[in-house]
């Protein structure tokens, strides 16, 4: 007989993979009403437009940073801070800062 702690764990798991499942559904949905509606928005100004050609841009990755925004973050942590600083209090405030860092602790602050 499985262990009942195991059952339960795994149990939670398959709900929240499910919920986020749900959630895609719903995102994806409304994706594609969004999509559909800015067509024949584009229709009713060229009429005889081409929509295949219009190919997709890829998006940037998720934890991907805009230009200058770590620098931003180092430079105010290092004018607040006001002593030396090695590179992993650094690197542990940015994550943070940013949100990639799950713990969400500083070690410099």
Avoid at 29 to 42: E, G, K, V, Y
Avoid at 49 to 69: M, Q, T, V
């Amino acid at each position: 007989m499985a262990e009942p702690h195991v059952v339960t764990g795994l149990i939670a798991k398959r709900a929240e993979l499910a919920g986020q499942i749900e959630h895609a559904q719903t995102v994806h949905r409304q994706l594609i009403i969004d999509l559909d509606n800015l067509d024949a928005t584009l229709r009713l100004f060229v009429p005889d437009i081409d929509l295949e050609e219009i190919k997709p841009r890829p998006l940037p990755a998720r934890d991907a940073a805009f230009r200058g925004e770590v620098a931003r973050v180092v430079l105010g942590l290092l004018r607040t801070v006001g002593k030396p600083l090695d590179t992993q209090q650094i690197a542990m405030h940015v994550m943070a800062e940013r949100g990639l860092n799950t713990a969400d602790k500083r070690l410099c602050g």
